[in-house]
């Protein structure tokens, strides 16, 4: 007995002994990119680059493709330059390199006017600057590890870009943004260069938010995003753009991922694809709903019973002389039904379970993307389809059972786009770009809404039908001097559907100060057309109210002045003014309605082009992406937003919250310095924004009645309580030989604070009361890289 304990504990000791040294090993994983010229794309061979690992200093050379290979990095965070003779240094900071998956990457460099006969690296990091080479101002890029690593992003790009300056997401529930006090149907969202659909589950008809974004990070690459003044690419938008990239999938070896969460069981897979000589990649993501499978085993969280699956792809290929093709694609699809009961005891004690709601929304892009590259010359052209469908059927239990609609929704649009842009540099002085965009509108639309007094519902729209828009723009940069920037150019919008037409002028100016500072100035027209069925809006004859409204405009003009403090800090206001006209308000009285108000749906009335409305404001914000271990941003806005009705009175619209905080801040630690084993990261988000706004109720007349009344005289005066949230979340990260596990958790609104959704009139207390927000949601999940 003794001989087995001693020869037990030797073992234990040796196994102990073994796991330390496995544990131990210093992995090392392969740095791999791309180097281009931020302007053509095109790729810059020669380029030196480096990636500091402590003391030792790891440098290639970039093929004759633009390319690199840098081989045993040890695992951790590292800064990677990139140094090219005629070109400004370009520095990536605390670039995370893991086992499970090799570090791809890609840096667009900007051609200097004088090529200077050295190069001095100074260490300053261009990570906030947008990829577009036209954005002065109101922009910003961001990386698919932003949108995971910011506390209450969920992966979700519009949540992560809710914590920059003048952007608020006033809802637990939802990712609805709204820009600079704009309604959030003025946003508009683009990936790879085409104008798609609502990118995001459980959306309204008409919205530009929802539920759960349908686009993985797992597919995503860095992006921009723009809040205002934005450049002649962008059309059809009057408060702000996602412009989203689709990264390439791994070149030279097929990787995994796989995921589990509250939010959805994903696997992600990527490799190469060779056709003859030819090289490419894919890439692929699929997710499903984890609730749906919780329910199935009999665990419900609630009563509402909620589906969605989303699928991303994106595959590349080189084709020689030809250029390059990419096929890719993005799909989802979500349901929400709420059953009642056919049963008058039950309804006694539940009232609600005398209704039955279906909501349904599917979006979808399948696109062929080519382009070209020749001398100083870059063409790219898309060919999409795309659509969505919105299906929302509300109904109600009658006496003997039979069911009533009360509404009932269904809209389904289709389009077909292709874009044609060309880049062409003659000199680091002068660089155009131009282009246009045609897209093919095919719609069915259906809508009705019950009727109390002849006891049915009444079809306020039912049309199908197409139509089509066209969009062209050009812009010229120009260059005199190293430190100073002109952009000009103009953007046209054309309606098919009733011959609308907008020519709209953009220019912008920044000049960089030796110092550090800078200083930029932007204009710009956008227009906007209304939403499809505004346009299709019916009497009680079937005669089109609206056929002939015109497109809502605004005038956006943002100053700005930017410090850069040290080699990461950077410090940044703006003071930004629009004005907008021709904004949809009521046709047949003088009332507060106006367009600029809705968040989502469609107008069922007769509307005339005669609103307007101003929002101006100043924004300051501190920033420092993710440096030795630690990121930080706050910015706050004080701001107004008015509109104006047919009844020509200036009011508060529904978003003027006045003013708007939001904090993020992270730190990550290392374990086993040295090594590298694991590590672990705190992160902290903090939003406060002054509440949206609604038409005070009306007590007295709610008192006599029973229900809500609103005196729509004072439309928005009344300013709900503030919304304020904090978000924490904590990640662990663990490396293995071959393979990265991570770890995470979010507590979004961790004071379980109950924010403010809307007020209404209590009959029992016989005064206003309020509806609640979620409160307190901990989003958790686990994932593995291989």
Known sequence: MEIRIKTLAVTALAIFALSNTLFAQNYRQ??????LDKNLQEPLPGTTVRIETGDTLLQTITDTAGRFRIGQVPIGRHNIAAIRLGYKVLIRTDIAVQTGKETDITMEMEEQLLASKEVVVRGKSEQFDPLNPFAVNSARSFSVEETQRYAAAANDPARMASAFAGVAVPGDDNNTIVIRGNAPNGLLWRLEGIDIPNPNHFSNAGATGGAISVLS???????????????????????????????KGNTERKEFTFQAGLLGLEAAMEGPLHAGRQK????????????????????????????????????????????????????????????????????????????????????????????????????????????????????RYRDDYTLQPISILEHRQKRLTYSSVLNHKFSARHFIRGGCYATAHHFQLAQSIFNPVIDRAVETINRKGKTATLNAFFQWQYRPVEQLTFNTGIHTFFLFLNGKKSIEPRASVKYVFKSGQSLGFSYGLHTQMQPIGVYFSEDSTGMRLNPNLDLTKSRHFVASYNLKLGRFW????????????????????????????EMDGFADGALVNAGRGRNYGLEISLERPLATGFYLLFSTSLYQSKYQGS???????????????????GKEWDWNRRKRQRSVALNLKVTYFGGLREAPIDVAASGQIGFTVRDYQHDFEFQLPAYFRIDPGFRIKRHYAHATATFFIDIQNATNRLNVRSSFYHPLSKAIDFNYQEGLIPIMGYKVEF
């Open 570 to 597: 950077q410090f940044k206001t703006e003071l930004y003014a629009q004005n907008l006209s021709q904004a949809p308000v009521s046709a047949t009285s003088e009332n507060s309605y106006s367009l600029l108000n």
């Open 647 to 665: 009844d020509g009175i200036w009011r508060n619209t529904r978003y003027n919250g006045n003013q708007l905080i939001n904090f993020v801040c």
């Open 217 to 247: 990070a797992q597919v995503l690459g860095s992006s921009d995003f723009f809040t205002g003044a934005f450049p002649a690419d962008y059309g059809n938008a009057l408060s702000g753009v996602f412009d989203l990239k689709l990264r």
């Open 30 to 35: 392969t740095v791999k990119g791309i180097v």
């Open 280 to 395: 490419g990649s894919f890439l692929f993501n699929y997710r499903f709903s984890s609730l749906y499978l919780l329910s199935k085993m009999g665990i419900e969280i609630g009563d509402v019973k909620t589906k969605f699956q989303d699928i991303s792809f994106n595959t590349w290929l080189t084709t020689g002389k030809f250029g390059e093709l990419s096929f890719f694609g993005v799909a989802g699809i979500s349901a929400e039904k709420l059953p009642g009961q056919p049963d008058s005891v039950v309804w006694r004690r539940r009232p609600d379970q005398r209704f039955n709601s279906l909501f349904r929304a599917d979006m979808g892009v399948l696109g062929l993307s080519h382009q070209m590259r020749w001398g100083n010359t870059h063409w790219k052209q898309v060919l999409a389809w795309s659509g969505g469908n919105n299906i929302d059927q509300f109904e």
